[in-house]
């Protein structure tokens, strides 16, 4: 239903360039030693479906393992449908891997996903689930999470309540991606896509569960924090912030700045700041075994990009609290009409549904002071 990037199309990392940016990434961490020892560094693989192809992963990981001195604590995650979980659970366990399992929820919840051969994998996937939890019990407590994606078919209580009943555990939960939808699939995707539940529609004893079990996940409560935190006036994004004030010429949008927080190697070579992002936005690549990275020129094209926006993010209500990011808009950056744009009327009626929520629900108050950290 997605349109797939040049980078993602039945193509499979080299070793070769998987070793350049392990070896890229190497130099500057021996370098610049971190403020704490031993500070952790993810590796994550996605696909596709990273267990098809073991090979290449455990020989990057024996790779990592062979570097010394780097001072960092390397750990290891994926993000897998589980359909191979039973042949490759030894390996994953051994070396403490973090797993994320895609799983919609009950049977039902889980039909849009089949397999290659056009079978429902809920069944297979359900065994090789409890078989992983049956053989390595503390593993599966500790390190195996669940992404569901919400669609027509389930709903975020139900979702919640499902992996609650039977793992134990708190789904991550996701929306349908909306951008690079084919426009031939339009119609199926507008099917599909779940209007959000809405919370304030579910009755007391539901909404106080879902509060429970799922808090920072649920949207609205996930606006209510950022809206709360970001215009408390006690929060600065730097400490430039904090002495000269905000400065009102300055729009970043919700869009992370490059290698702030990750940076994603496709199949191709292609260098991304991010995994979600479409590669025609690609900062860097990686060819023969070389890798090629220029700060101007990325620092430049994120100015041009954000810049494309700035006139409507100045004077959007949103501007001090966004979270959308540029490359999520559909067809950015030809279209550059921002859904998240809103006018400072609308901005007021939506303080006054949280004032409202809040209201009727302050054990939200201690729950977010408690639990949240905005980074
Ligand atoms: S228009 Fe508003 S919501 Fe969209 S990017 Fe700009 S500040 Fe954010």
Not at 61 to 69: D, G
Request: charge should be positive.
């Amino acid at each position: 239903m997605h349109d797939k990037a040049e980078s993602y199309k039945n193509e499979s990392l080299s070793f070769s360039d998987a070793k350049a940016l392990i070896d890229y990434l190497a130099s500057g961490w021996s370098s610049h030693m971190p403020h704490t020892p031993n500070q952790e560094v993810y590796i994550s693989f996605f696909g596709g479906e990273p267990l098809l192809n073991m090979r290449l992963i455990s020989k990057i990981v024996a790779y990592i393992e062979s570097l010394h001195s780097l001072n960092r604590r390397f750990v290891y995650s994926m993000t897998t449908n589980g359909w191979l979980l039973d042949k490759y659970q030894e390996y994953l366990v051994k070396k403490d891997f973090h797993l994320l399992i895609s799983l919609d929820g009950d049977k039902y919840s889980n039909s849009y996903r089949i397999s290659a051969g056009g079978t429902q994998t809920y069944d297979k996937l359900i065994k090789n689930i409890l078989y992983l939890r049956n053989n390595y019990p503390a593993y599966f407590e500790k390190r195996v999470l669940f992404n569901a994606v919400l669609h027509n078919r389930n709903s975020l209580s139900k979702v919640t309540q499902y992996f609650v009943d039977t793992f134990g555990k708190t789904p991550q939960v996701s929306p349908l991606a909306s951008s690079n939808v084919n426009p031939k699939y339009l119609d199926d995707f507008n099917r599909m896509k779940q209007t959000a539940e809405t919370f304030e529609k579910l009755d007391d004893k539901a909404k106080e569960a879902l509060i429970k079990q799922q808090f920072f996940n649920i949207p609205i409560i996930h606006d209510i924090v950022r809206d709360y935190f970001l215009n408390s006036g006690n929060v600065f994004r730097s400490y430039n912030e904090l002495v000269f004030g905000q400065d009102s010429r300055h729009f970043q949008t919700g869009t992370c700045t490059p290698f702030s927080k990750k940076v994603y190697l496709c199949t191709n070579g292609d260098i991304l700041a991010c995994e979600r992002i479409p590669s025609k936005f690609s900062i860097g690549r990686i060819v023969g075994g070389k890798v090629y990275l220029n700060n101007e020129e990325i620092a430049s094209r994120y100015n041009t990009w954000l810049g494309l926006l700035s006139k409507f993010c100045r004077s959007c209500a949103r501007s001090t609290t966004c979270n959308q990011c540029v490359f999520q808009i559909d067809d950015f950056p030809n279209n550059t009409a921002c859904s998240g744009y809103l006018t400072h009327e609308k901005y007021e009626e939506l303080r006054k549904q949280y004032f409202s929520i809040l209201g009727k629900h302050p054990e939200l108050y201690k729950l977010i002071f408690e639990n949240v950290i905005l980074t």
